[in-house]
């Protein structure tokens, strides 16, 4: 996860959110959010976070904790240590060995 740079949002670790988050530009999640989560860029979700949400972007970056479904325009990356339960639908997806991942993957263009 190259892309710390140029990001637009963080919710902190310590941070909970519940509803809906909507960001323009690369958000980094390192709280709790519950709910559902939409980017026209990147999100990445943080070691640290715990996510109970639907996730679309274009881009999404997986090391913590999430369960829901994700939607990907572009790719979604999940990184050990994640932890991840749910649907992705994406046209690439990269699995890192070590992540836990219980789910299914519709692959698209």
């Given amino acids: 996860m190259k892309v710390q740079k140029d990001i637009s949002a963080i919710i902190e670790e310590g941070c909970k959110f519940e509803g809906n988050l909507t960001f323009n530009g690369i958000a980094?999640?390192?709280g709790t959010v519950n709910g559902s989560i939409f980017s026209n860029n990147t999100i990445i979700v943080s070691e640290a976070a715990v996510v109970n949400a639907?996730?679309?972007a274009n881009i999404i970056l997986i090391s913590g904790t999430v369960k829901g479904n994700i939607k990907?325009?572009?790719r979604v990356?999940?990184?050990?240590?994640a932890r991840f339960e749910g649907t992705i639908m994406?046209?690439?997806?990269?699995v890192e060995e070590?992540?836990?991942?219980?789910?299914t993957t519709k692959m698209k263009k």
Avoid: C, N, Q, Y
């Avoid at 990356?77 to 240590?81: F, G, N, Q, T």
């Avoid at 994406?90 to 990269?94: A, V």
């Fill in 98 to 103: 070590g992540v836990i991942f219980h789910g």
């Fill in 72 to 74: 990907a325009s572009s």
């Fill in 54 to 56: 639907d996730i679309s």
């Fill in 28 to 30: 980094r999640i390192a």
């Fill in 77 to 81: 990356e999940i990184i050990k240590p």
């Fill in 90 to 94: 994406t046209p690439s997806l990269i």
